[in-house]
């Protein structure tokens, strides 16, 4: 089936690293994404990994890939105040679909 | 540049009305998709559209429909409304069917 899973809440801060935890479920997904959501606005585009990679680094994101156990984290350096949202990893659909499938969200508080 | 751009922001609908949402894609972009976003949720898949055509539709009811213009913007309709069609309406645009979506500001709906 089709479901992507994050942890609810997490509480990390300032200047800390924040690790957000993603499982997904289909093998076939080409990439997988993160977004950030923050109060009222719509999703903002992180970074995305395709699927044949480890990892990819991007200023303070570092995103590690898991192929094997369909597991996906988004870490995030010296976070800031700044960085308190929600944040969505979302997986392209099975082979011959084009939607996203998003996972519930992780809820990142930064605390000063 | 701009972003993709949804109309209106908030709207406030009664059961059993119809409503219509607009889209206009980042410059350039051929591709749009729209999905559903409940509180507490992440986004849900609705429709994309590639150069006018149907690439992909959700689980969603006949009462959900949308359409693709020549200029690539997008309406979104919704027919007989219900108490639980209340939620934000994300529109994404890509350059491709394939490619990253990037995603507008939403239209917040209710339905009372």
């Known amino acids: 089936g089709e479901d992507v899973e994050q942890s609810l809440f997490l509480s990390v801060r300032e200047g800390d690293s924040s690790v957000i935890n993603c499982t997904y479920t289909?093998?076939?997904?080409?990439?997988l994404y993160w977004y950030k959501q923050e109060p009222g606005a719509g999703l903002q585009l992180l970074t995305y990994i395709f699927s044949n990679m480890d990892m990819k680094q991007d200023q303070r994101l570092t995103v590690l890939l898991n192929k094997k156990d369909k597991h996906l984290s988004l870490r995030i350096a010296d976070t800031q105040t700044g960085d308190s949202a929600i944040y969505f990893c979302a997986e392209t659909g099975p082979s011959g679909t084009y939607k996203y499938i998003f996972g519930t969200g992780t809820r990142l508080k930064v605390l000063a | 540049d701009a972003g993709v751009t949804q109309s209106p922001t908030h709207l406030i609908k009664t059961r059993g009305q119809q409503v219509t949402l607009r889209c206009s894609p980042i410059s350039g972009h051929k591709s749009v998709s729209w999905y559903q976003q409940v509180l507490g949720q992440g986004p849900q898949f609705i429709f994309q559209?590639?150069?006018?055509?149907?690439?992909g539709r959700g689980n969603f009811p006949d009462r959900f429909s949308a359409r693709q213009f020549p200029n690539y913007s997008s309406e979104l309709n919704v027919n007989a409304l219900l108490l639980g069609d209340s939620a934000l309406y994300l529109c994404?645009?890509?350059?491709?069917?394939?490619?990253?979506?990037?995603f507008g500001p939403g239209t917040r709906l209710t339905v009372l």
């Open positions: 559209y590639y150069e006018k055509e149907e690439r």
């Open positions: 289909d093998s076939s997904s080409t990439y």
């Open positions: 994404a645009s890509s350059l491709g069917d394939r490619e990253a979506q990037y």
